[in-house]
């Protein structure tokens, strides 16, 4: 496998004053390349709609009382995204059969129970002690006054598509196309409650911070919102962050997305006068908090958002497979290029 990426001191950091803007990103847009993209695109079809389905139903069902941090359902979901990894020969980064990153009731609010993140782990065969960190909150608001709150979109789907990503990264692996960088999928708790869970990770992480090369967060992309049901258009996702700490984050998604997926990338919510502040608002804040690149995906809000009728037979599955594929080619590119990602933005003056 062999993936090109030329990129000079010049390029990122932009010391040489006679370089305009414009010909930095372009000299930077022309650095991105994806040499192996049939290889790429080959694990990348081994996500499909019916299997985001199955963890959809699933992970959304009555069985998980709507995942509430702590609760039962929440622990169910959590033991089944463990014996997921397991039956896939996905390591722990904790050793043994330890897949739980426990966290304290003396963390939470005096209401709430202990509770645990989920993590996984491949390592990388070049790069190992680089981490590309790939999430999305495995929880959500449980059954208040009795009756449950599915959470098939906030965020069973994002659960679902760490999933799948996994999977199709220990199937390149076994097939002799492992990643060089290590792939860190974690499975947050308490971002319904105030983001609990990522910022436990990031004050106790188990990779070292400055090691963490880019985190893809993702928190609802099954759905259409209100916007481009208006406008008769699904084929879409909302990016959230990409050019905030890194330029060239930015651009490696554009390429992604331009060699594999043809998805209109929508920057609406990245404005930071935007009254929604969706870039505080999941899990990935706390990563960028600590000047760790990040993406967030995310379909934005419909009528059925944080409410009992968010349901897996509302999930668009064909559209949620594209937008995994996307952050599958995404996060490839990161763990494969031969330089790592810098936390870099171009200026324009």
């Given at each position: 496998?062999?993936?090109?990426?030329?990129?000079?001191v010049?390029?990122?950091?932009?010391?040489?004053?006679?370089?305009?803007?414009?010909?930095?990103?372009?000299n930077l847009?022309?650095?991105i390349?994806f040499d192996?993209?049939?290889?790429?695109?080959?694990?990348s079809?081994?996500?499909?709609a019916d299997?985001?389905?199955n963890?959809?139903?699933?992970?959304a069902?009555?069985?998980?009382?709507g995942?509430?941090?702590?609760e039962?359902?929440?622990n169910?979901?959590?033991k089944?995204?463990?014996?997921?990894y397991v039956s896939?020969?996905i390591?722990s980064?904790l050793g043994s059969?330890?897949y739980?990153?426990?966290?304290?009731?003396?963390?939470?609010?005096?209401?709430s129970?202990a509770?645990q993140?989920?993590?996984?782990?491949i390592e990388?065969s070049?790069y190992?002690n680089?981490i590309?960190?790939?999430s999305a909150?495995?929880?959500?608001?449980?059954?208040p006054?009795?009756?449950i709150?599915?959470?098939?979109?906030?965020n069973?789907?994002g659960?679902?598509a760490?999933?799948?990503?996994a999977?199709?990264?220990?199937?390149?692996?076994?097939?002799?196309?492992?990643?060089k960088?290590?792939?860190l999928?974690?499975h947050?708790?308490?971002?319904?409650?105030?983001?609990?869970?990522?910022?436990?990770y990031?004050?106790?992480?188990?990779?070292?911070?400055?090691?963490?090369?880019?985190?893809?967060?993702?928190d609802?992309?099954g759905?259409?919102?209100?916007?481009?049901q208006?406008?008769q258009?699904?084929?879409?996702?909302?990016?959230i962050?990409?050019?905030r700490?890194?330029t060239e984050l930015?651009?490696?998604?554009?390429?992604a997305?331009?060699q594999?997926?043809?998805?209109t990338?929508?920057y609406?919510y990245?404005?930071?006068?935007?009254?929604n502040?969706y870039?505080?608002?999941s899990d990935?804040y706390?990563?960028?908090?600590?000047?760790?690149?990040?993406?967030f995906?995310?379909?934005g809000?419909?009528d059925?958002?944080?409410?009992?009728?968010d349901?897996?037979?509302k999930?668009?599955?064909?559209?949620?497979?594209?937008r995994t594929?996307?952050?599958?080619?995404?996060?490839w590119?990161?763990?494969n290029?031969?330089?790592?990602?810098?936390?870099v933005?171009?200026?324009?003056?």
């Amino acid at each position: 496998m062999k993936l090109i990426f030329i990129t000079s001191v010049l390029t990122l950091v932009g010391s040489c004053a006679n370089i305009s803007y414009s010909e930095k990103i372009d000299n930077l847009k022309k650095s991105i390349v994806f040499d192996d993209a049939e290889i790429i695109e080959k694990y990348s079809n081994t996500i499909t709609a019916d299997q985001l389905k199955n963890h959809v139903y699933t992970l959304a069902s009555e069985n998980f009382q709507g995942r509430e941090t702590g609760e039962i359902g929440f622990n169910k979901a959590s033991k089944f995204v463990k014996d997921f990894y397991v039956s896939h020969n996905i390591s722990s980064p904790l050793g043994s059969d330890n897949y739980y990153q426990r966290i304290p009731k003396s963390y939470f609010s005096e209401t709430s129970v202990a509770s645990q993140n989920v993590v996984a782990y491949i390592e990388g065969s070049e790069y190992p002690n680089e981490i590309i960190i790939i999430s999305a909150h495995l929880d959500h608001l449980g059954y208040p006054d009795g009756v449950i709150y599915h959470g098939a979109d906030d965020n069973s789907s994002g659960t679902a598509a760490v999933l799948e990503i996994a999977n199709a990264f220990i199937r390149a692996k076994q097939s002799g196309y492992g990643p060089k960088r290590s792939i860190l999928f974690l499975h947050l708790t308490a971002e319904e409650s105030g983001l609990f869970g990522s910022r436990y990770y990031v004050n106790h992480p188990i990779y070292a911070l400055e090691n963490t090369v880019a985190n893809l967060n993702i928190d609802m992309i099954g759905r259409v919102d209100r916007n481009y049901q208006e406008q008769q258009n699904q084929n879409y996702i909302y990016l959230i962050g990409s050019d905030r700490l890194s330029t060239e984050l930015h651009y490696i998604s554009e390429a992604a997305n331009e060699q594999f997926t043809n998805l209109t990338l929508d920057y609406k919510y990245n404005d930071e006068n935007d009254s929604n502040q969706y870039y505080y608002r999941s899990d990935h804040y706390n990563f960028a908090n600590n000047n760790i690149p990040v993406i967030f995906y995310f379909n934005g809000e419909h009528d059925d958002y944080h409410q009992p009728t968010d349901t897996p037979d509302k999930i668009n599955y064909p559209l949620l497979q594209k937008r995994t594929q996307l952050i599958f080619s995404t996060a490839w590119y990161l763990a494969n290029s031969n330089k790592r990602l810098k936390a870099v933005k171009l200026k324009k003056h």
